[in-house]
């Protein structure tokens, strides 16, 4: 099982970025799929996850109204459209696998891990 983050980048607030996690060595309609956040000196965040149907999403607070999480199965991939961006969403985000995402609990126990992608907000 292996997750990979790509996407990240440079922008300044108020643009957007559009992050992809690559699920090899299963098939990403098994899992539900996470997206995490770590800013320096902070804990790590849930948050967005989607369901392994597609049809169930959870979104913290911080990121309701600004994000999109989405599922291309026969891609193997897993999206988050992220818009509005500010400096507070700098962080390095990573996807992870889980085998539950609730709307309102969010993501259960995480299975695996990818390595993160930087995204950086200037302001």
């Known amino acids: 099982v292996q997750l990979q983050a790509s996407g990240g980048g440079l922008v300044q607030a108020g643009g957007s970025l559009r992050l992809s996690c690559a699920a090899t060595?299963?098939?990403?309609?098994?899992?539900?799929i996470a997206w995490f956040r770590q800013a320096p000196g902070q804990e790590r965040e849930g948050i967005s996850c989607?369901?392994?149907?597609?049809?169930?999403?959870y979104y913290a607070d911080s990121a309701k109204g600004r994000f999109t999480i989405a599922r291309d199965t026969a891609k193997n991939m897993v999206f988050l459209q992220m818009n509005d961006l500010k400096p507070d969403d700098t962080a390095v985000y990573y996807c992870?696998?889980?085998?539950?995402?609730?709307?309102?609990?969010?993501?259960?126990?995480?299975?695996?891990w990818g390595q993160g992608t930087q995204v950086t907000v200037s302001s």
């Open positions: 989607i369901s392994s149907s597609g049809d169930m999403s």
């Open positions: 992870a696998a889980t085998f539950r995402c609730t709307e309102v609990a969010g993501p259960g126990p995480i299975s695996s």
């Open positions: 060595g299963f098939t990403s309609d098994y899992y539900a």
